[in-house]
Each structure stands twice: as C-alpha cells, then as structure tokens.
C-alpha cells in the first residue's frame, strides 16, 4: 500500500521567506510526528498530533515553527521567517491507532530544506 | 548528557564479519526499543523492535538490558548491503515520542 509521502522532496528558500512543508500519512494512521535532521545529526522530535488530542509540541524549535493535521489526515509544517540554522531534511511519520498493539513509526522520504 | 548515546563509529569492516554495536539510554522509563536502518540520504526504516528477552531476525541479534540500560544490535555474515547508519531508539509507555540516537555508521567493504 502507500507509504508516507512529503512534498516538496527539496526546498531552497531565501532567508525570510516563509515555507510550508506538507505530509500525507498512511491512510488510517491516527499518529503522525515531525522530525528535522540536520546534516550528520540525529533526528529531532519536533511536533506530534494523536486524533483529536491536544498536539504535543514541545519539540518545536521556536515559535516561528507551527504545525497544522487537518481532518486528522494531511499535516503542514510552516517555518516563518526562515533562517539558515532551519536548513536540514524534515522528516513526517505516522503510526497506526495505540490500539492496534504497535507503535511503529513509519517515515516519509523527507523534504531537504535549503536556506540561503 | 543525550538521552540515547551510540559510537558514531564509523565500524569498517570485511564482508563476512561480525559486528555489534551498543547503545545506551538515560531515561529508565523507556518502554520500546528499537532498530532503525538508514541509508545515506534516505528515510529511517524499521530494522526490529528490540525485546527483553531479546530477539533474533536472520543474521541480526537485538539484546536489552535493562537493568544496565543499554541495548545491542549484533549483525553477522556481514554483507555490502549492510552498510548504512543504525539508529537506536527508544520509546516511553504513554509518551509516543520516539527518541532517536544519532546513529552509528557501519561500511562493510569487500
């Protein structure tokens, strides 16, 4: 079946500008999470949306960072005002409902942002 | 101190050997353990949940302790395609935040 898709696959910005990155999750997956990596690092938890639930964005970076799931579906990650440090590959997974015994988390290809 | 702690490495090894890498964790509230595999500029995939009474997938060999809080992969019969970035990851009951290590980098060589 399908996986995780992102779009766009690459992203180079100008300094300022703001960008919105957008994830399709596995149909009928409840969970879906944002990870940035930067170039040679680990990845970093940034936000995580759960049904209806409040989402948990303790990991958002500043609060030029937002993130929307819409009709519990398609997620957008927005970054204001971009700066050079935001540059690293961002990441979307999604996971099926706690109910179904597993919290696998499955990931999308990612989208490359680049900020000049 | 990182919540999850790997070698970076990189592991240069010969087809045919065997490896193992370690990782350790900080918070003893960690539930689920796993492997993820990452190949150079692609996505992390699952390579195997890590059980405590440890578990064995082919020529891969994942351990727990917990008691210690460490975690192993054991790879033999090294192959080319084996060559990647390995993740260990952790996971706290109730708290669906995966918690990623940065990785350790293995290139298998002919």
């Known amino acids: 079946g399908a996986g995780v898709s992102q779009s766009p696959s690459n992203k180079v910005t100008e300094k300022g500008k703001d960008v919105e990155l957008r994830c399709d999750p596995i149909?009928?997956?409840?969970?879906l999470y944002w990870y940035r990596q930067s170039l040679g690092q680990g990845l970093e938890f940034l936000i995580y949306?759960?049904?209806?639930?409040?989402?948990?964005k303790s990991g958002l970076p500043s609060d030029r960072f937002s993130a929307e799931r819409t009709g519990g579906s398609v997620s957008t990650l927005t970054i204001q005002r971009t700066q050079q440090e935001d540059s690293a590959v961002y990441l979307c997974?999604?996971?099926?409902?706690?109910?179904?015994?597993?919290?696998?988390?499955?990931f999308g290809p990612g989208t490359r942002l680049t900020v000049l | 101190r990182k919540e999850v702690e790997q070698d970076p490495g990189p592991f240069n090894v010969p087809e045919g050997a065997t490896v193992a890498f370690n990782c350790t964790y900080s918070?003893?509230?960690?539930?689920?353990f796993f492997w993820y595999r990452q190949d150079c500029r692609k996505e992390p995939k699952l390579l195997m949940s890590v059980y405590s009474s440890g578990n064995e997938d082919g020529r891969f060999t994942a351990q727990l302790n917990r008691a210690s809080q460490y975690i192993s992969l054991l790879i033999r019969d090294s192959k080319l395609s084996d060559s990647a970035t390995y993740l260990c990851v952790v996971n706290r009951s109730g708290y669906n935040k995966l918690i990623f290590g940065a990785g350790t980098r293995l290139a298998v060589h002919p």
């Open positions: 149909s009928g997956h409840t969970a």
């Open positions: 918070n003893s509230a960690s539930q689920s």
């Open positions: 949306f759960q049904g209806n639930s409040a989402p948990d």
């Open positions: 997974a999604s996971s099926p409902p706690l109910l179904a015994g597993t919290d696998t988390q499955y």
